[in-house]
């Protein structure tokens, strides 16, 4: 199961490794096989 602290590691993450480069959050959690649908229930 996944807390907040793992979700807001990783969009930290994505924002430091990925979103500058222009790559989609859903290109972002196949990469790192997370399932983009659990994101969509958290408010990031």
Same mark, same amino acid.
Request: neutral net charge; hydrophobic residues 35%; aromatic residues 20%.
């Given at each position: ?10 969009? @930290?993450?994505?924002? @430091?490794?990925?979103m ?11 990469? !790192? !096989? @997370?399932?983009? !649908?659990?994101?969509?229930y958290?408010?990031?």
């Open positions: 199961m996944y807390s907040d602290s793992d979700f807001e590691r990783f969009y @930290v993450g994505y924002m @430091v490794e990925a500058r480069r222009g790559a989609l959050i859903q290109a972002y959690c196949k990469k !790192n !096989n @997370v399932p983009y !649908n659990l994101l969509q958290y408010e990031l």
